[in-house]
């Protein structure tokens, strides 16, 4: 797990402790068995059976994450197909932030925020990855669902945006039923749509 710069030496935490990115570790939710139960999952998904090296894309300095750590809600029936409405989870935040360009080509990070301040409940897929090779140990990850952003993110200069659902929603979603994935997309058809204000991330 990926410590803040700094978190070490100080003795309480700050607001940075509690942001987390791309392969490293956040606090989920899962339903197991009639019991709500949070685990500490890898943000970026491997889905199982792929190498480790799936986790990147290119060579050298032009490495990059894959992708994985977002599914998108119009791909979920193809390539999360053994995911969705069988292992989904969810993650409970008050903020996210994306990176966007501004007309300069200079690159921003945003940090979105519900303007009611209220918690955020985003529809997430995991799985419990192994690797082939028998090298790395087991691993267990998650990917959030995104899908068409906010008027005000897209006016922002994002194309995608967390799927944030609504409390009522969060036992079926957790409970799913790989025989009726339409309750499924219901859920996201019904979801909340706080006006999301946003700042450049320190």
Known sequence: MKIPKGSISRARCGARDWDFFPQWYAPFMIREGDAYVIKPMRYQLGKPGL????????EGKARQFSGTYNARCDNLERYWRKQFGYT?????????????GDQQGVNHRLRFTPRTGEAM????LWAKWVDPDGIEPDMLCFAAVTDDPEPEVAAAGHDRAISNIKPEHIEAWLKPDPANLQALYAIFD?????????????
């Open 121 to 124: 409940f985003v529809v997430c």
């Open 88 to 100: 989904d989870g969810l993650m409970v935040v008050d903020t996210f932030k994306e990176h966007v």
């Open 51 to 58: 190498l480790a090296s799936s986790d990147y894309v290119g």
């Open 190 to 202: 019904d979801k909340r749509h706080p006006f999301y204000e946003h700042k450049i991330a320190a």
